[in-house]
RNA sequence: GCGGGUGUGGCGAAACGGUAGACGCGCCGGCCUUAGGAGCCGGUGGCCAGGUAGAGGCCACUGUGGGUUCGAAUCCCUCCACCCGCACCA
């Protein structure tokens, strides 16, 4: 019968082809009484081809859009590149190549998977973040941070990575104190640099996490990012000085039991309280030795505490006792005053230091278990106040900052993790920064109608710790917009992340040359409802973005406190069990697998190879499952359609449905409820394609007992419920049987009538364990069922004998008889 | 160390506290074929039983050990393994 044979390579491009001739996938700005849905996909770095990551991420987010538009919603689905950025200039640096040149071949090698893989996009919204129509308005809201006082320059030890030749935010240096692009160990620096104000909004960025829908653990990846404490600011007085040290504790209650003080190496006065003195030289060789060392080295937690004393005391402020001064790597410079009050008896640290360097343990909380020091927990004041002691140490706290605000002493304080972010970098590729700096008037904004300013041609890519901007005269050298007297641009670019920390935002307007957007425009897309994209930027670019966000909508540029009310995080695509890469040889490529088995058999296959969050290996077997599931579709839908002129599926009258028939329609709304479930409450795509499989295997059972109409309403089902993933082969199928296009039906809903059926299988149990399956109807009564299931013969011969003690009946389900 | 997650057949995985293993892969068998690495149908935990039958029955099983419940992969506690994040943050 058949020597019908599914070919993607006729039915894709067919397909593709009308979706681009009638733009099919174009949404406009203009409201229309649906509901609005803005489904995005991480936007892609266009660096060689797709991965399996880019199939996967657009195979869901291609999902999420077929669907919400066929549930009725107007849906905007854009994309975009990500273009400027470091792997395009270090591989203009080895050849020559202009970045621009590099980057365009790699965008038009992603235009064209993407047209291939047929993902529904609104391509008259994109753009890639290096045209100068993007970059003109990063430039733009770059000064209205400014203008905000948003954006600031400063002098500080930043991060610079040696090897990539340019300064780094912290986000963008590992743990290890590495990197985070190329691995090399970071250096610091002191140099003026341009910084984003990141910090003023730590508590909204941290409180508004409650209320979007977000994976749990990217939520506690920002959260400890920010890494916000309370405590107090103490201030400790060197008298001998007449220095005032502040320093932040979180634990004002123990202030009693601190018995020495510590700055860290960096501390700008580290030399000064010791200059002239017999510990001058051994202070200053264990400062250099510090500074010296790597992150990596300092920051082992188990590594034995270091540091010398600097001969000087500081009064403690609620006693007034000389407590003395060390210096010790373990204290940071880069969080709170980068001094601390030390408490041997109350802190693990501060104990291992006292009982390296032989100093006094106090105890000022009691321990209710009565353990040894130091203690961490809670407990009542000890040995320290008559006006505290007994209290419990919250309390007490509370009263302490209390105390020493009336007393001018200190106060209740925040301290945060969260640094500033650093936007420059001494690189060429990338957005200039529309600064002038003249040496009369100072930093000047680049005048709004004089933007963008164009990143000029160089010839020279190699970074000499400048940018490769600074060499070009013409170009640098320009009058002072304010007084017109001789001036010099910033030569720096700006973080690609600045790039792509607005992008989502440009989209809705993509196409307005007089201002970043249009406000109303925005309010009629934002929040972007779902986002989707690698957990790997759970801090960098999902913290920036919301940090803009805040930002403009506080300049009344739009509406949206958030950018991304909804986030699915994916898991990786994984060959042999190990993350793909070319030193591991196993990379493989979706274009592979688009050329031997189509479009629809890759991105179905990606979708069914488990939970989207998880991490999943490639299987070229699996593929050829898939496949064979879509050809058996297109096979029966080709096989009914030429059997004779297209019924309209929609008219099956149930109450006249009997035998196979009725089997078969039962099992199509069966599978709508259950892919229209797994669809809108969650991402279980996996089991929304079983649910099709089952339906079309359904039919093949059915091939010679059912008939012709309820086979086509039942494989026009399957084709309707498989577009959101495989829309080709969908699209031919509906087409062959129907004659209409299937992204322009409703999506189908299950008739709750075929969903229920008039009998079911009454599972029997005793004491818990199946001893028989009956059919039952599905309108008898607890009772009935219970006589039902003590009928059945093997249940007798298990309840003989015995006393029936208790009978659970649970109606459509089972019924458990308890015996003894 | 702290926080979070995962653990189910040979494999990827399903499963509102109610028939564990849907769906797919692999494997075995049959049909169709000149042929088939195509297609279609069936089987696929163990043990026992069954020869023309209306064919079944029993047991085991969701990392470990316990608990709650008529009933637990699912809820609670213990432990183990692996993965992820944070980690001298005062």
């Given amino acids: 019968m058949s020597d019908l044979r599914y ?4 039915i894709e491009p067919k397909w593709q082809d009308v979706w681009a001739r009638e733009r099919t996938w174009e949404v406009s700005n203009d409201p229309d009484g649906r509901d609005s849905y803005y489904v995005l996909e991480m936007l892609p770095y266009p660096s060689g081809e797709p991965h399996m990551g880019h199939l996967k991420n657009y195979a869901l987010g291609d999902a999420v859009a077929h669907f919400n538009r066929r549930v009725g919603r107007r849906v905007l689905h854009p994309m975009g ?30 235009q064209r998977q993407f047209r291939q893989w047929g993902i529904s996009i609104d391509w008259t919204r994109e753009f890639g973040t290096h045209e100068p129509r ?9 000064l209205k941070l400014c203008e905000r006082g948003l954006a600031y320059r400063k002098e500080a030890a930043v991060k610079w990575c040696p090897n990539d030749q340019t300064v780094l935010a912290n986000e963008q240096v590992t743990a290890e104190g590495t990197c985070e692009r190329c691995g090399a160990v970071v250096e610091a620096r002191q140099l003026e640099q341009w910084f984003f104000r990141i910090t003023d909004y730590a508590d909204r960025l941290l409180d508004d996490l409650d209320g979007i829908d977000w994976p749990g653990n990217v939520k506690v990846m920002q959260r400890n990012w920010i890494g916000r404490s309370e405590g107090a600011e103490v201030t400790f007085r060197c008298e001998q000085l007449g220095i005032d040290y502040p320093v932040f504790t979180t634990r004002p209650d123990t202030l009693f039991g601190a018995t020495f003080f510590v700055m860290a190496p960096e501390h700008p006065d580290v030399m000064k309280l010791v200059e002239g003195t017999d510990r001058e030289q051994s202070v200053r060789d264990y400062v250099n030795h510090a500074l010296t060392e790597s992150n990596e080295e300092r920051g ?27 210096v010790a790597d373990y204290v940071l410079m880069e969080y709170g005053t980068g001094a601390i009050m030390a408490v041997p008896g109350h802190d693990e640290r501060d104990f291992a230091f006292a009982q390296a360097h032989g100093l006094p343990v106090k105890r000022v909380i009691g321990d209710p278990e009565g353990g040894e020091l130091p203690y961490t927990g809670d407990g009542p ?26 007393e001018g002493k200190g106060h209740a304080s925040v301290n945060y993790r969260l640094r500033d972010w650093l936007v420059s970098r001494q690189r060429y590729w990338g957005c200039p920064i529309p600064v002038i700096h003249c040496p009369a008037c100072g930093t000047v904004p680049v005048p709004e109608e004089d933007l963008p300013v164009e990143l000029p041609d160089v010839t020279d890519y190699k970074p000499r ?23 010099r641009r910033d030569t720096d670019t700006l973080d690609t992340f600045v790039d792509s920390s607005w992008y989502f935002l440009r989209y809705c307007d993509a196409n307005n040359d007089d201002a970043s957007w249009d406000r109303r425009v925005l309010a009629e897309w934002m929040p972007v409802d779902q986002y989707i994209g690698g957990v790997e930027h759970a801090i ?24 991304f009310q909804a986030l699915f995080t994916q898991g990786m695509i994984t060959r042999d069990g190990a993350k793909m890469s070319k030193s591991k040889g196993n990379v493989i490529s979706p274009a592979t697998y688009v050329d031997r088995y189509g479009a629809d058999t890759a991105r179905c296959y990606i979708l069914f190879i488990g939970p989207p969050d998880q991490d999943a290996d490639w299987s070229d077997e699996g593929v050829e499952g898939v496949h064979r599931f879509l050809a058996r579709l297109w096979r029966v839908g080709a096989e009914l359609a030429a059997g004779g002129a297209p019924a309209a599926a929609e008219s099956l009258d149930a109450t006249r449905l009997a035998g196979a028939d009725l089997t078969l329609v039962r099992k199509a709304h069966w599978a709508i409820d259950k892919v229209t479930n797994d669809m809108a409450g969650r991402f279980a795509f996996n089991t929304a394609i079983a649910a099709a499989m089952e339906l079309v295997n359904e039919v093949y059972r059915h091939r010679e007992s059912a008939g012709e109409v309820a086979q086509r309403f039942a494989v026009a089902t399957a084709a309707s419920l498989v577009f959101p993933f495989a829309p080709h082969v969908a699209s031919e199928v509906y087409e062959l049987l129907t004659g209409a296009r299937v992204w322009e039906q409703p999506w189908p809903s299950a008739d709750p009538q075929l969903l229920e059926s008039d009998t079911f299988e009454l599972v029997c149990q005793v004491n818990g364990k199946v001893r028989d399956r009956v059919p039952a109807p599905a309108t008898a009564s607890r009772e009935e069922l219970e006589a039902l299931a003590r009928a059945q013969p093997n249940v007798q011969a298990h309840v003989d004998g015995h006393e029936v003690v208790k009978a659970v009946v649970v109606p459509g389900k089972l019924v458990n008889l308890v015996v003894r």
């Fill in 7 to 10: 070919d993607p390579k006729a």
């Fill in 81 to 110: 590149y990500d273009a400027f950025g470091l792997p395009a200039e270090n591989h203009a640096i080895r050849t020559g190549e202009h970045p621009r040149d590099s980057t365009q071949k790699s965008i038009e090698s992603f």
């Fill in 134 to 142: 993007y970059y003109k308005w990063t430039q733009w809201l770059f």
């Fill in 300 to 326: 082992a937690a188990d590594k034995p505490k270091t540091g010398v004393a600097l001969g000087r005391t500081v009064t403690n402020p609620v006693n007034g006792e000389q407590i003395p001064m060390y």
């Fill in 381 to 406: 004041l000890v040995d320290s106040h008559p006006d505290f002691d007994g209290m419990g140490n919250r309390a007490a706290l509370e009263a302490i900052v209390a105390w020493l605000d009336r």
């Fill in 465 to 487: 710790g400048k940018s490769p901007l600074a060499a070009v005269d013409d170009w640098v050298n320009v009058p002072c917009p304010r007084c017109g007297g001789a001036a």
């Fill in 540 to 563: 960098l670019h999902l913290l920036y973005a919301r940090f803009f966000t805040k930002a403009f909508a506080d300049m009344e540029l739009l509406d949206a406190q958030e950018p």
